[in-house]
């Protein structure tokens, strides 16, 4: 039902407007409609099952003032909408569009939220994926200075995975990505140079078949333990990859690298070691305990 309004006439006692009994029913009207709201009353046009105002919600007048809204059980429990004191003209804008309030102190999901210069204390996240770094990024410390930098390179298919570890084993830095073959780069700044505090281990292979074995390429140490002779093949590096070889096997190493700039062969007896280097073309002897060059 629409509101009744009171035809008060043209002007005074003209004869125009309402009588007294019409005027009185549209005021009954009227009222009665409010109360089918607020006072617990249903008007005909409203729903008998609807429930009324004030069954649902109270305003207080109260200092605080407040609303409070009862479920949809009466009971001894309910919610209570309230207001700080203002220092100022506030506003609380809805936007235009459905979901839930999310408050300070409740746990939540959210998504889709875009969030501005925030402050987040010791997050917890599952499976981060931080995107849109247009430039890269920079991860701080607690006093705003850098720690790690992130730099974009534009189609970018390869990057370094970090792997925690359990009891008795090192965690790893590992290159990944889609080419076959990715290399890991480690470059100080100016004349710095690059320190390990510690003792560092090449990672070796033990070879000792000598049928024209073929020595790793991956792997920088390689230790030969055949007792008897026997020859072994080193494929080319690339430009600056360095190889060691050990042979503690009481048999002659003779080693064919597949371009060699000192010669045909190195062969080591035992306990004679040779380093190699591959100058982008041939492997040059660094360094040798007792290997002769043929």
Do not use: C
Not at 37 to 43: D, S
Not at 67 to 90: K, M, N, S
Not at 189 to 194: A, D, L, P
């Amino acid at each position: 039902m629409g509101k009744s309004v009171i035809n008060n006439g043209s002007s005074a006692n003209d004869g125009t407007g309402d009588t007294l009994r019409a005027a009185a029913t549209k005021i009954n009207n009227n009222f009665t409609e409010i109360y089918a709201v607020l006072g617990g009353k249903t008007a005909t046009d409203l729903s008998a099952s609807a429930a009324t105002l004030t069954t649902k919600i109270t305003l207080s007048d109260s200092a605080t003032g407040l609303i409070r809204f009862e479920g949809t059980t009466a009971d001894a429990h309910e919610t209570t909408l309230q207001v700080v004191e203002p220092t100022g003209d506030r506003q609380i804008v809805f936007p235009n569009a459905s979901g839930n309030v999310v408050l300070d102190s409740s746990t939540n999901t959210l998504t889709n939220k875009t969030l501005t210069s925030p402050t987040v204390n010791t997050p917890t996240i599952n499976a981060p994926k931080i995107s849109g770094l247009s430039g890269g990024g920079v991860l701080q410390d607690s006093s705003g200075n850098e720690v790690l930098e992130l730099t974009k390179t534009a189609s970018a298919v390869n990057h370094i995975n970090l792997t925690n570890n359990a009891t008795s084993n090192n965690p790893k830095i590992t290159a990944k990505g889609g080419d076959t073959n990715v290399g890991l780069e480690l470059e100080a700044k100016g004349t710095g140079k690059i320190i390990l505090n510690n003792s560092h281990v090449l990672k070796q292979e033990t070879v000792n078949t000598g049928s024209n074995e073929a020595l790793s390429l991956l792997l920088p140490f390689t230790e030969i333990t055949k007792g008897t002779a026997g020859t072994y093949s080193i494929a080319d590096g690339v430009a600056g990859q360095v190889k060691y070889v050990v042979n503690s096997g009481a048999g002659n190493a003779v080693i064919t690298p597949a371009n060699f700039g000192a010669g045909t062969t190195l062969t080591l007896q035992q306990n004679e070691t040779g380093t190699l280097i591959f100058d982008g073309t041939n492997w040059q002897i660094l360094a040798t305990y007792g290997g002769a060059v043929a």
